[in-house]
């Protein structure tokens, strides 16, 4: 049976999307199906001479949204919350379609950037509201902390959360004043299209938020120089590039790298929550998503009793192509991506390593299908061992005591997300407290910290540089200026005063201050 594209996505619908890419003689790139490979669109390529312009016209708009009350800009998102949530079934057969993802995981995507709406319109009146300080003298002076917007924000978003990555790393820095220039993957460029659509019929000023596309080499240096912030989310190898000229062009950025995360297992774990959560943990998004496992430590003593009842769950996993909620797993995002992920396994079984379960392409359901695979033997000279794989692939990792565990879980250039399971809650907390990772769970292996707007969310080593969510989601997106006002000339010596004298009363007033607490 031929799996039929779902009646949203009509030719028309695509093409508008499509339409809002500036490109003048960039060409196209084929965007395709991945379940299919068939064509979906051509996705138009933006030349630099487009950036040049697109970055222009989000100027020229930014201007005007920046001198609206902050009531005013928070009315869209409110109006665009709504929007979000109704139109979710047509934003997941987007996603569903230029990612290959299964339908469970495209709907959650979804939710992320009205989940971060919410937060930030309870948040941002008192972030961005100004603070006054006390100046350096009592009464007669005062400091006043105000947060204006950067300008124009650069946002480059990553191809296996292209909704919620592009639409909600946007969302704050709207909402603090900023206009948004938006490159997404050439791969998953059409949810992010909708999404500003989306946002647009909210009441968001037209211009302010545009969409360039084309391959990083092309068209990243000509986005960085443009900018006056960037946020990336993607590989350490890229974000090392972007920091670089970002560092040079004196503008600051947030990155989100790669990580090659542990998951501990304490010897008081409960054996069915543990399966069920390294499933998730290692094949949810196919394996494609930056805080997923690939390394599960399990204690020696309970090691078979994990691995088997793993192993098992693994092989009951559905995956398949489909537009409803049936399969588990869907598939990776293109045929490439399934051979990097092909090779990290044939790399490591050359050298010793034992396929448990899985370990093949699955070419029979489509193009870029690979098996759920669990590893065992896997070392530090395989680049499963080492480098960030990205698919549906996880080790297992034997341990004898949890210092053991700690040491090996921390044996990593990487540091974005780990997991600590384990029946005393309250240990395993201590145990995560020793992770060298920017998030960290307990008893889940993921989705509580990411979904935690309140709190950052960031990595650390080479996962990263600054955080999403939070306070500082926001707050990065600002530059502070301080407003200080001195009402009265009392700063320095008065006509005629002796110094001395001046300098006398200045020190006694400073001691003074700080006996009655003042200053």
Same mark, same amino acid.
């Given at each position: 049976?031929?799996?039929?594209?779902?009646?949203?996505?009509?030719?028309?619908?695509?093409?508008?999307?499509?339409?809002?890419?500036?490109?003048?003689?960039?060409?196209?790139?084929?965007?395709?199906?991945?379940?299919?490979?068939? !064509? !979906?669109?051509?996705?138009?390529?933006?030349?630099?001479?487009?950036?040049?312009?697109?970055?222009?016209?989000?100027?020229?708009?930014?201007?005007?949204?920046?001198?609206?009350?902050?009531?005013?800009?928070?009315?869209?998102?409110?109006?665009?919350?709504?929007?979000?949530?109704?139109?979710?079934?047509?934003?997941?057969? !987007?996603?569903?379609?230029?990612?290959?993802? &299964?339908?469970?995981?495209?709907?959650?995507?979804?939710?992320?950037?009205?989940?971060?709406?919410?937060?930030?319109?309870?948040?941002?009146?008192?972030?961005?509201?100004?603070?006054?300080?006390?100046?350096?003298?009592?009464?007669?002076?005062?400091?006043?902390?105000?947060?204006?917007?950067?300008?124009?924000?650069?946002?480059?978003?990553?191809?296996?959360?292209?909704?919620?990555?592009?639409?909600? *790393?946007?969302?704050?820095?709207?909402?603090?004043?900023?206009?948004?220039?938006?490159?997404?993957? &050439?791969?998953?460029?059409?949810?992010?299209?909708?999404?500003?659509?989306?946002?647009?019929?909210?009441?968001?000023?037209?211009?302010?938020? =545009?969409?360039?596309?084309?391959?990083?080499?092309?068209?990243?240096?000509?986005?960085?120089?443009?900018?006056?912030?960037?946020?990336?989310?993607?590989?350490?190898?890229?974000?090392?590039?972007?920091?670089?000229?970002?560092?040079?062009?004196?503008?600051?950025?947030?990155?989100?790298?790669?990580?090659?995360?542990?998951?501990?297992? +304490?010897?008081?774990?409960?054996? *069915?929550?543990?399966?069920?959560?390294?499933?998730?943990?290692?094949?949810?998004?196919?394996?494609?998503?930056?805080?997923?496992?690939?390394?599960?430590?399990?204690?020696?003593?309970?090691? *078979?009793?994990?691995?088997?009842?793993?192993?098992?769950?693994?092989?009951? +996993?559905?995956?398949?192509?489909?537009?409803?909620?049936?399969?588990?797993?869907?598939?990776?995002?293109?045929?490439?991506?399934?051979?990097?992920?092909?090779?990290?396994?044939?790399?490591?079984?050359?050298?010793?390593?034992?396929?448990?379960?899985?370990?093949?392409?699955?070419? *029979?359901?489509?193009?870029?299908?690979?098996?759920?695979?669990?590893?065992?033997?896997?070392?530090?000279?395989?680049?499963?061992?080492?480098?960030?794989?990205?698919?549906?692939?996880?080790?297992?990792?034997?341990?004898?005591?949890?210092?053991?565990?700690?040491?090996?879980?921390?044996?990593?250039?990487?540091?974005?997300?780990?997991?600590?399971?384990?029946?005393?809650?309250?240990?395993?907390?201590?145990?995560?407290?020793?992770? =060298?990772?920017?998030?960290?769970?307990?008893?889940?292996?993921?989705?509580?910290?990411?979904?935690?707007?309140?709190?950052?969310?960031?990595?650390?080593? =080479?996962?990263?540089?600054?955080?999403?969510?939070?306070?500082?989601?926001?707050?990065?997106?600002?530059?502070?200026?301080?407003?200080?006002?001195?009402?009265?000339?009392?700063?320095?010596?008065?006509?005629?005063?002796?110094?001395?004298?001046?300098?006398?009363?200045?020190?006694?007033? !400073?001691?003074?201050?700080?006996?009655?607490?003042?200053?």
């Amino acid at each position: 049976m031929t799996l039929q594209r779902p009646a949203t996505l009509t030719d028309d619908f695509l093409a508008a999307l499509v339409a809002r890419v500036p490109s003048s003689d960039g060409g196209s790139w084929k965007l395709t199906e991945v379940y299919t490979g068939e !064509l !979906l669109v051509e996705l138009p390529q933006s030349t630099p001479a487009d950036i040049e312009r697109a970055f222009a016209t989000a100027r020229a708009a930014q201007v005007d949204w920046a001198r609206r009350p902050l009531k005013q800009r928070l009315e869209v998102f409110k109006r665009a919350h709504t929007l979000f949530l109704d139109r979710a079934q047509v934003t997941t057969d !987007l996603i569903q379609a230029e990612s290959g993802k &299964n339908r469970r995981m495209a709907i959650e995507e979804t939710c992320d950037p009205p989940m971060v709406m919410s937060h930030y319109l309870k948040r941002a009146p008192k972030l961005l509201a100004p603070v006054k300080r006390g100046g350096p003298v009592p009464f007669l002076t005062t400091s006043t902390e105000i947060r204006q917007p950067k300008g124009v924000v650069g946002i480059i978003a990553p191809w296996n959360f292209p909704f919620a990555t592009g639409i909600s *790393d946007s969302i704050s820095a709207l909402m603090a004043g900023n206009a948004i220039v938006l490159k997404p993957d &050439n791969k998953t460029a059409l949810s992010p299209l909708y999404g500003v659509a989306l946002l647009e019929e909210a009441g968001l000023p037209q211009g302010l938020f =545009q969409v360039v596309c084309g391959e990083g080499p092309d068209i990243g240096p000509t986005l960085i120089d443009n900018a006056n912030y960037v946020m990336f989310t993607g590989s350490t190898a890229t974000g090392r590039v972007i920091g670089e000229r970002a560092g040079r062009n004196l503008i600051g950025c947030c990155l989100e790298l790669g990580g090659k995360n542990p998951m501990i297992v +304490l010897d008081d774990a409960d054996l *069915d929550d543990v399966v069920q959560g390294a499933i998730f943990g290692a094949f949810g998004n196919t394996g494609q998503i930056c805080m997923h496992i690939e390394r599960l430590y399990l204690p020696e003593s309970r090691y *078979d009793e994990f691995r088997d009842a793993f192993v098992a769950a693994t092989e009951a +996993l559905r995956i398949g192509a489909a537009y409803d909620f049936g399969p588990d797993m869907g598939s990776l995002v293109s045929s490439e991506h399934m051979e990097r992920v092909k090779s990290h396994v044939d790399d490591a079984v050359a050298k010793g390593a034992r396929v448990l379960t899985g370990g093949r392409p699955r070419p *029979d359901l489509g193009p870029a299908f690979f098996e759920p695979t669990i590893l065992e033997g896997v070392t530090k000279d395989m680049l499963a061992g080492v480098t960030e794989t990205f698919g549906p692939v996880i080790a297992l990792h034997r341990y004898r005591t949890v210092d053991e565990a700690v040491a090996l879980a921390n044996d990593t250039e990487y540091g974005l997300n780990a997991s600590v399971w384990g029946g005393d809650v309250a240990n395993a907390c201590q145990v995560g407290k020793r992770l =060298q990772s920017g998030n960290v769970n307990v008893n889940d292996v993921l989705a509580t910290a990411f979904a935690s707007k309140g709190t950052p969310s960031g990595g650390v080593k =080479q996962s990263g540089v600054g955080a999403r969510h939070g306070d500082q989601g926001l707050l990065k997106y600002t530059d502070v200026q301080q407003l200080a006002v001195l009402k009265k000339q009392v700063m320095g010596a008065r006509p005629g005063q002796d110094y001395d004298e001046y300098v006398k009363s200045m020190l006694g007033g !400073l001691k003074m201050m700080r006996r009655t607490g003042i200053r």
